[in-house]
């Protein structure tokens, strides 16, 4: 195998790979900061209520949009075959094939939002099986109609995100969401301060969709009309390239298919469950994903179109995936240690004291804090494979396999599935009354189940949304096994990726328990006092033990401390 040097990539060294992942880290972060201040808004202004839940339930049925012709697919088909025609210096093919994508995608999103206002009705009630609460689902009906427009712009700025990147433009594509976050959080303040009721904040929430996501496809067009002035809309499928992404599109599209049928189960699960679980979801799912897009998708989308020049160079794409894989899991094994011990610190100090003091609003409670918690510690047991997982699906499209991750995700989705059917229902027989868990025998049997004499959030929270979590991180782990098995078959000398997470062990488990110990010792301090503390302590503590066990990256986030006292 050749030397990891940067000469092995050529002209897209490591340095520029890492500038990429920085840029796009740095896009990311003001987007999903953004997103974090959103969820807050909503969280003061509108909590658990019925127009929080018709929200949560109006805005995930539109994203199957999305999420099917956007980013992750666009990313996949498109982005590998428009970067090879650039690095063979065939400027005029790869425009065609821009156009042609555009156009095409275009025509596809127009027809599937039209459907979706049309039939925005029954629609919804079939994605939930009419298991939401009457007045949940009267209050989504016209949210789901207007937000649907406000997607379709949203695809579109996938295809200029596609172009941007492919010219390594990352910063603009990836904080482009911030314009989406912050048209809706405009909205909330304003129609919040001014007393408006709160089914009428979350209609005045989906407008801001729509807007937001017009603002974010208008700020990153001049740009791309920049790098590539003469691309042109047209529906030319006649073209190599563009037969070749369609080649790609139609197993990543199933692959993406299968993905946002567990979002549609867990949707499906959520509306069966009590009330709150849909809101619930939605405020330990920001959480989540902000490491998963900081720390994995910032490398796996920097690295995707540099993997792409290189598929005919296995032993330096190798190399490749071990960096990435390396940087991936330092920082997420100790993200979930950290959320898994301090979660409802986390949640308290954002959701319940910065969010109160900002907004002057306190709809979220302490009850709905210790629910998110438990959602987002549970959750947090896949965080790194979930993280692990993208760059590897990258790399399998870097070297052309789309239909293997489509299989492996069907078989994660139909996992996540049932584990999350078996455990959910068993959980929401708990309660959460008075930030404490109430009858958690009723999980194994040990007493009869409660009677579910109500369905409000405003008497009492339940974990049945843990369940769903439960789901996840099982289903997260089986992809990863799947996926680390198929690399090996097309690189055989590829790392395993879960080595990267099985040397990080030892130092995420002391994270840990001095997390936990931090927040005993200053559980008598203000919430964000005693958050900053155990957060800090336990990361220097991950740090310094990683750094005596020689991991690479330790030595990375010591390296400016040490040069700064150096020259003190």
Same mark, same amino acid.
Request: some cysteine; charged content about 15%; overall charge positive.
């Given at each position: 195998m050749k030397p990891e040097s940067p000469a092995d990539d050529g002209r897209t060294a490591s340095g520029s790979a890492?500038?990429?992942?920085?840029?796009?880290?740095?896009?990311?972060?003001?987007?999903?900061?953004?997103?974090?201040?959103?969820?807050?808004a909503i969280g003061a202004f509108l909590g658990a209520s019925t127009a929080a839940e018709a929200y949560r339930a109006a805005l995930r049925i539109p994203n199957l949009l999305q999420n099917l012709l956007g980013e992750g697919v666009l990313s996949a088909s498109f982005i590998p075959v428009y970067a090879r025609l650039l690095e063979e210096r065939e400027p005029a093919e790869a425009r065609k094939l821009a156009g042609a994508v555009l156009g095409l995608l275009t025509a596809v999103t127009g027809v599937l939002v039209v459907i979706g206002v049309a039939l925005a009705r029954p629609i919804i009630w079939i994605l939930t099986a009419g298991l939401l609460p009457d007045d949940v689902f009267e209050a989504a009906v016209p949210l789901v109609r207007i937000m649907t427009v406000g997607i379709g712009f949203l695809v579109l700025s996938a295809w200029c995100l596609g172009v941007l990147n492919t010219h390594r433009r990352f910063l603009l594509s990836y904080a482009s969401p911030v314009a989406w976050n912050l048209a809706q959080i405009v909205a909330l303040v304003v129609t919040g301060t001014l007393g408006w009721a709160q089914l009428d904040i979350g209609r005045a929430l989906a407008w801001a969709v729509v807007v937001g996501g017009l603002l974010q496809f208008l700020v990153q067009l001049p740009t791309v009309r920049s790098v590539a002035p003469e691309i042109r809309p047209n529906l030319d499928r006649s073209t190599d390239a563009v037969k070749e992404v369609f080649e790609r599109f139609v197993p990543t599209l199933l692959g993406r298919g299968?993905?946002?049928?567990?979002s549609y189960l867990d949707l499906l699960l959520a509306a069966a469950l009590a009330q709150g679980a849909l809101s619930v979801l939605g405020y330990a799912q920001v959480l989540y994903l902000l490491p998963v897009s900081l720390f994995a998708m910032s490398v796996a989308a920097a690295e995707l179109p540099e993997m792409s020049r290189l598929a005919g160079d296995p032993d330096a794409l190798v190399a490749r995936a071990r960096r990435g894989q390396a940087r991936i899991a330092f920082f997420l094994v100790f993200v979930a240690a950290a959320y898994f011990a301090l979660g409802d610190l986390i949640v308290a100090t954002l959701y319940q004291s910065l969010a109160g003091f900002v907004f002057r609003s306190r709809a979220f409670s302490g009850d709905l804090t210790m629910v998110v918690w438990f959602v987002l510690a549970t959750r947090s047991l896949g965080?790194?494979?979930?993280?692990?997982?993208?760059?590897t699906q990258n790399s399998l499209y870097a070297v052309g396999d789309t239909k293997g991750p489509a299989r492996i995700a069907f078989v994660r989705v @139909?996992? $996540?599935?049932? =584990?999350?059917?078996?455990?959910?229902?068993?959980? /929401?027989?708990?309660?959460?009354?008075?930030?404490?868990?109430?009858?958690?025998?009723s999980i194994v049997g040990l007493r009869g189940p409660l009677a579910r004499e109500t369905r409000s959030v405003e008497d009492v929270f339940r974990l049945g949304a843990v369940g769903l979590a439960v789901g996840s991180a099982v289903g997260a782990w089986v992809e990863l096994v799947l996926l680390q098995r198929l690399l090996r078959r097309h690189l055989?000398?590829?790392?395993?990726?879960?080595?990267?997470?099985?040397?990080?062990?030892?130092?995420? @488990?002391? $994270?840990?328990? =001095?997390?936990?110990?931090?927040?005993?010792?200053? /559980?008598p301090l203000p919430t964000l006092i005693a958050t900053a503390l155990s957060l800090g302590l336990a990361g220097l503590t991950y740090v310094v033990v990683a750094f005596r066990l020689q991991i690479t990256e330790a030595d990375l986030v010591l390296r400016p401390v040490r040069r700064l006292l150096w020259r003190s």
């Amino acid at each position: 195998m050749k030397p990891e040097s940067p000469a092995d990539d050529g002209r897209t060294a490591s340095g520029s790979a890492r500038s990429g992942s920085v840029l796009v880290g740095a896009g990311i972060m003001a987007s999903r900061v953004a997103g974090l201040v959103r969820e807050m808004a909503i969280g003061a202004f509108l909590g658990a209520s019925t127009a929080a839940e018709a929200y949560r339930a109006a805005l995930r049925i539109p994203n199957l949009l999305q999420n099917l012709l956007g980013e992750g697919v666009l990313s996949a088909s498109f982005i590998p075959v428009y970067a090879r025609l650039l690095e063979e210096r065939e400027p005029a093919e790869a425009r065609k094939l821009a156009g042609a994508v555009l156009g095409l995608l275009t025509a596809v999103t127009g027809v599937l939002v039209v459907i979706g206002v049309a039939l925005a009705r029954p629609i919804i009630w079939i994605l939930t099986a009419g298991l939401l609460p009457d007045d949940v689902f009267e209050a989504a009906v016209p949210l789901v109609r207007i937000m649907t427009v406000g997607i379709g712009f949203l695809v579109l700025s996938a295809w200029c995100l596609g172009v941007l990147n492919t010219h390594r433009r990352f910063l603009l594509s990836y904080a482009s969401p911030v314009a989406w976050n912050l048209a809706q959080i405009v909205a909330l303040v304003v129609t919040g301060t001014l007393g408006w009721a709160q089914l009428d904040i979350g209609r005045a929430l989906a407008w801001a969709v729509v807007v937001g996501g017009l603002l974010q496809f208008l700020v990153q067009l001049p740009t791309v009309r920049s790098v590539a002035p003469e691309i042109r809309p047209n529906l030319d499928r006649s073209t190599d390239a563009v037969k070749e992404v369609f080649e790609r599109f139609v197993p990543t599209l199933l692959g993406r298919g299968v993905v946002q049928l567990s979002s549609y189960l867990d949707l499906l699960l959520a509306a069966a469950l009590a009330q709150g679980a849909l809101s619930v979801l939605g405020y330990a799912q920001v959480l989540y994903l902000l490491p998963v897009s900081l720390f994995a998708m910032s490398v796996a989308a920097a690295e995707l179109p540099e993997m792409s020049r290189l598929a005919g160079d296995p032993d330096a794409l190798v190399a490749r995936a071990r960096r990435g894989q390396a940087r991936i899991a330092f920082f997420l094994v100790f993200v979930a240690a950290a959320y898994f011990a301090l979660g409802d610190l986390i949640v308290a100090t954002l959701y319940q004291s910065l969010a109160g003091f900002v907004f002057r609003s306190r709809a979220f409670s302490g009850d709905l804090t210790m629910v998110v918690w438990f959602v987002l510690a549970t959750r947090s047991l896949g965080l790194p494979a979930n993280g692990l997982s993208r760059l590897t699906q990258n790399s399998l499209y870097a070297v052309g396999d789309t239909k293997g991750p489509a299989r492996i995700a069907f078989v994660r989705v @139909a996992v $996540a599935a049932v =584990v999350g059917l078996v455990v959910a229902f068993q959980f /929401d027989r708990v309660l959460i009354e008075a930030q404490r868990v109430v009858d958690f025998w009723s999980i194994v049997g040990l007493r009869g189940p409660l009677a579910r004499e109500t369905r409000s959030v405003e008497d009492v929270f339940r974990l049945g949304a843990v369940g769903l979590a439960v789901g996840s991180a099982v289903g997260a782990w089986v992809e990863l096994v799947l996926l680390q098995r198929l690399l090996r078959r097309h690189l055989p000398g590829a790392t395993p990726p879960t080595a990267s997470i099985a040397r990080l062990a030892v130092p995420g @488990a002391i $994270a840990f328990l =001095v997390a936990a110990t931090a927040k005993l010792v200053t /559980d008598p301090l203000p919430t964000l006092i005693a958050t900053a503390l155990s957060l800090g302590l336990a990361g220097l503590t991950y740090v310094v033990v990683a750094f005596r066990l020689q991991i690479t990256e330790a030595d990375l986030v010591l390296r400016p401390v040490r040069r700064l006292l150096w020259r003190s």
